[in-house]
């Protein structure tokens, strides 16, 4: 059998010769795996390279770059085996599409995966197209900027505002929406230069576009139109000029002014918010009734109307005195006086201390003495600031149109003032003298109602007790509405005359009634109907005997 075996050595390759054959049949039949690189985003004009290698295959091998619908592009081989297959390629706008590999060796294929290439415009002619336009808008209007280029794809855009870039966060009312940017709501703090940036990005390198700067105009609507008028003398005539203005808005506008409802003139106001009208006037006529009317693109308003009569200074003048007083003080630290006119539309006026001339008519003091007062309300009102020996004496004011310097005057009486107490008025005497009248009715009675009762222990207290109460609540009555009209020290002071109207002559008693009007009780309403609790701790109900 061993020498059978040895004439027999090839008999154990022959396995290993069969197992060889069929790894290269399998091998031969497989598919490739070929695998694709290249760009997905590439700036139009550039250049790009995809690659494509299959390590899994024998050379040579044959590669194809093909396109959406197997349209070839390129070709290439490699014959020395893992070595890929460079394609270059110049992007033009039919370059974005879908790109795939094709391997071929050994009678095998492969198809790689795809890459999607998009073909990226930079921008260019870019500009700001505003709505509304021209780019002027009203205050609360809306506002839409739109930044369009002419070329381009793929791209961001960035917004400026007065050459500083607008984020989300500057303003609630500004919002971005694709190449737009929206203004809400506008006011004046909108307004200024705006310009736009677009841009894209491929890897890291960006190209961008800029467009030159746009102004928003935010304009102020017009307010309501006012309307006054003066009136100045030329020679023997007079003439008249009617002032129309309003208070905001943005210029131009237009104003018309408007006699009777007919047009008398119209101006357009390009410096200011006045317009000035020239008109006929007569001191003592009525000319007629005046309107103002305002107009811009979008409002047309009309004033008030006022009637254009000139009544000359006449009547009385009179000056009316008020003092005032501190909280904490019976004598007058001020006083205002007004000089009262019975009619005149344009009165001028002036004042005079002890018969010198207090203003002059250039606005400069005359009265070195006199340095505390202000004149107020076109000089109507005379404030003394300050109430001493060097502010009494007599004052007065005079008037006279103010149109006619040659004119001649009106004046009020003299009235003195000066530095002094707190003085009762007619009515105060009226009802303090009432009061002691009232609280001597009552004493009389009580006096009387007590002698009936006298033979009564104890009555007399009680009656002459009773009375006392009645005085002191009519008096708390009576002093509460003396306190609206004048200071506490009148309240004293009319307890003191009642008092004395009681008692004309000093005593005890009339000391012990002055005290208890005076007492304060704590935790007692003024309208209590009882009076103040009476003591008699140093005193002997026989003392207290009618």
């Given at each position: 059998m061993h020498s059978t075996a040895m004439k027999n050595p090839h008999s154990y390759l022959l396995p290993i010769l069969a197992l060889a054959s069929l790894v290269v049949k399998i091998r031969g039949s497989a598919s490739l795996h070929p695998v694709l690189t290249g760009p997905e985003l590439a700036y139009l004009g550039s250049r790009v390279a995809f690659r494509c290698i299959a390590s899994d295959s024998l050379p040579p091998v044959t590669y194809e770059l093909l396109r959406d619908g197997g349209v070839l592009i390129s070709t290439g081989t490699d014959d020395q085996g893992d070595t890929p297959a460079l394609f270059p390629l110049k992007v033009n706008a039919a370059s974005e599409g879908s790109y795939h590999c094709r391997a071929t060796a050994g009678g095998r294929t492969g198809v790689s995966k795809s890459i999607q290439l998009s073909v990226v415009t930079p921008a260019s002619n870019t500009r700001i197209i505003p709505k509304p336009f021209p780019p002027v808008a009203y205050e609360g209007s809306y506002v839409v900027l739109s930044c369009n280029v002419t070329k381009g794809s793929h791209l961001h855009y960035t917004w400026f505002f007065n050459r500083k870039e607008l984020t989300h966060s500057d303003s609630p009312f500004t919002h971005f929406a694709g190449n737009e940017l929206v203004l809400e709501n506008v006011t004046l703090e909108h307004a200024g230069n705006y310009y736009c940036m677009a841009w894209s990005q491929v890897h890291d390198t960006e190209r961008f576009s800029s467009s030159s700067e746009v102004l928003l105009t935010v304009k102020v609507y017009v307010s309501k139109p006012r309307i006054s008028f003066s009136i100045f003398k030329e020679g023997d005539s007079y003439r008249g000029n009617v002032t129309c203005w309003s208070t905001r808005g943005s210029l131009p506008v237009n104003f018309t002014l408007l006699l009777d409802d007919r047009e008398e003139g119209s101006v357009t106001a390009t410096e200011s918010l006045f317009a000035w009208f020239p008109v006929a006037l007569v001191?003592?006529?009525?000319?007629?009734?005046?309107?103002?009317?305002?107009?811009?693109?979008?409002?047309?308003?009309?004033?008030?109307?006022?009637?254009?009569?000139?009544?000359?200074?006449?009547?009385?003048?009179?000056?009316?005195?008020?003092?005032?007083?501190?909280?904490?003080?019976?004598?007058?630290?001020?006083?205002t006086l007004n000089c009262e006119i019975s009619r005149g539309t344009?009165?001028?006026?002036?004042?005079?201390?002890?018969?010198?001339?207090?203003?002059?008519?250039?606005?400069?003091?005359?009265?070195?003495?006199?340095?505390?007062?202000?004149?107020?309300?076109?000089?109507?009102?005379?404030?003394?600031?300050?109430?001493?020996?060097?502010?009494?004496?007599?004052?007065?004011?005079?008037?006279?149109?103010?149109?006619?310097?040659?004119?001649?005057?009106?004046?009020?009486?003299?009235?003195?003032?000066?530095?002094?107490?707190?003085?009762?008025?007619?009515?105060?005497?009226?009802?303090?003298?009432?009061?002691?009248?009232?609280?001597?009715?009552?004493?009389?009675?009580?006096?009387?109602?007590?002698?009936?009762?006298?033979?009564?222990?104890?009555?007399?207290?009680?009656?002459?007790?009773?009375?006392?109460?009645?005085?002191?609540?009519?008096?708390?009555?009576?002093?509460?509405?003396?306190?609206?009209?004048?200071p506490a020290f009148l309240h004293h002071m009319l307890v003191l005359m009642c008092s004395q109207c009681l008692h004309p002559h000093p005593s005890q008693e009339s000391d012990r009634m002055t005290a208890m009007m005076f007492r304060i009780r704590p935790q007692r309403s003024q309208f209590d109907s009882e009076g103040p609790a009476l003591h008699h701790s140093n005193v002997s109900p026989r003392s207290e005997m009618c």
């Open positions: 001191p003592g006529m009525d000319m007629g009734v005046a309107r103002c009317q305002v107009k811009t693109d979008v409002q047309e308003l009309m004033s008030e109307p006022v009637t254009l009569e000139v009544v000359p200074v006449g009547g009385e003048v009179r000056v009316e005195v008020e003092y005032l007083y501190r909280f904490d003080s019976q004598l007058a630290v001020a006083a344009f009165p001028h006026i002036s004042w005079l201390f002890n018969d010198t001339l207090l203003l002059s008519h250039e606005g400069t003091q005359t009265q070195p003495n006199l340095s505390n007062y202000v004149l107020v309300s076109k000089s109507q009102t005379l404030l003394l600031a300050k109430l001493g020996p060097e502010e009494s004496g007599y004052y007065r004011c005079r008037v006279r149109n103010s149109y006619d310097d040659s004119g001649p005057w009106v004046e009020s009486a003299a009235v003195l003032v000066r530095v002094s107490e707190v003085f009762m008025t007619p009515l105060e005497v009226i009802t303090v003298t009432f009061c002691c009248f009232l609280l001597l009715m009552l004493i009389v009675g009580a006096a009387f109602t007590s002698k009936i009762f006298h033979n009564e222990q104890g009555v007399c207290l009680r009656v002459r007790e009773k009375s006392i109460n009645y005085i002191y609540t009519l008096n708390a009555h009576i002093s509460t509405f003396l306190s609206q009209l004048r």
